[in-house]
């Protein structure tokens, strides 16, 4: 009978393993898409595309400019996995080319490197809610933070829109409302 109680214990144990490891190696969002947008004041636009290569890892590559002789644009590896059902994590490192509109001794923009952290999580069926922090260092002695807060409504599972508030410390705070293409 302890024979039985015990195979009948060990047999719920791996069940509840099997079902929970399925379940973690399935991210909430994907993490292979092209997001176009715009941003106002200051006005600009911007773009980031994202590849996933494996399992929790992706490429990804951004690009903005106010079109005053600036630019921002950075590209690196990130990692994202799920926590729950409906909230992922993921981050990223970069290495970034910052132009600022005033800057006249850089031609090719300053160099610099970022880390960002986030969340992504359903609060409803088709509602999205994301944070961002992290921080990008140019030297020893200038790092700027990056905070970002938004949502996204996803129309279909190919579309959705965004509006992103960020202080990013690289420009003014401002608004960024964009387009999402999940391929």
Same mark, same amino acid.
């Given at each position: 009978?302890?024979?039985?109680?015990?195979?009948?214990? =060990?047999?719920?144990?791996? /069940?509840?393993? /099997?079902?929970?490891?399925?379940?973690?190696?399935? /991210?909430?969002?994907?993490?292979?898409? *092209?997001?176009?947008?715009? /941003?106002?004041?200051?006005?600009? +636009?911007?773009?980031?595309?994202? +590849?996933?290569?494996?399992?929790?890892?992706?490429?990804?590559?951004?690009?903005?400019?106010?079109?005053?002789?600036?630019? =921002?644009?950075?590209?690196?590896?990130?990692?994202?996995?799920? #926590?729950?059902?409906?909230?992922? =994590?993921?981050?990223?490192?970069?290495?970034?080319?910052?132009?600022?509109?005033?800057?006249?001794?850089?031609?090719?923009?300053?160099?610099?490197?970022? #880390?960002?952290?986030?969340?992504?999580?359903?609060? +409803?069926?088709?509602?999205?809610?994301?944070?961002?922090?992290?921080?990008?260092?140019?030297?020893?002695?200038?790092?700027?933070?990056?905070?970002?807060?938004?949502?996204?409504?996803?129309?279909?599972?190919? *579309?959705?829109?965004?509006?992103?508030?960020?202080?990013?410390? +690289?420009?003014?705070?401002?608004?960024?409302?964009?387009?999402?293409?999940?391929?």
């Amino acid at each position: 009978m302890k024979n039985l109680k015990k195979s009948c214990a =060990i047999k719920t144990i791996v /069940t509840a393993l /099997t079902l929970t490891s399925s379940a973690a190696m399935a /991210t909430n969002f994907s993490y292979t898409n *092209l997001e176009v947008g715009f /941003t106002g004041n200051p006005s600009g +636009l911007g773009a980031t595309g994202r +590849l996933a290569f494996m399992d929790g890892a992706h490429f990804i590559v951004n690009g903005s400019s106010q079109f005053e002789g600036d630019w =921002i644009v950075s590209g690196g590896a990130g990692f994202h996995a799920p #926590v729950n059902g409906f909230v992922d =994590i993921h981050g990223d490192a970069r290495v970034y080319s910052v132009k600022f509109p005033e800057d006249d001794k850089h031609d090719w923009g300053e160099l610099a490197y970022g #880390v960002n952290v986030g969340a992504k999580a359903w609060v +409803l069926p088709q509602i999205e809610a994301n944070i961002l922090v992290g921080q990008i260092a140019f030297d020893s002695d200038d790092t700027r933070s990056v905070v970002e807060l938004g949502g996204r409504f996803h129309s279909t599972d190919i *579309l959705s829109v965004g509006a992103t508030y960020r202080a990013n410390g +690289l420009y003014k705070e401002q608004f960024y409302f964009d387009v999402l293409f999940n391929f």
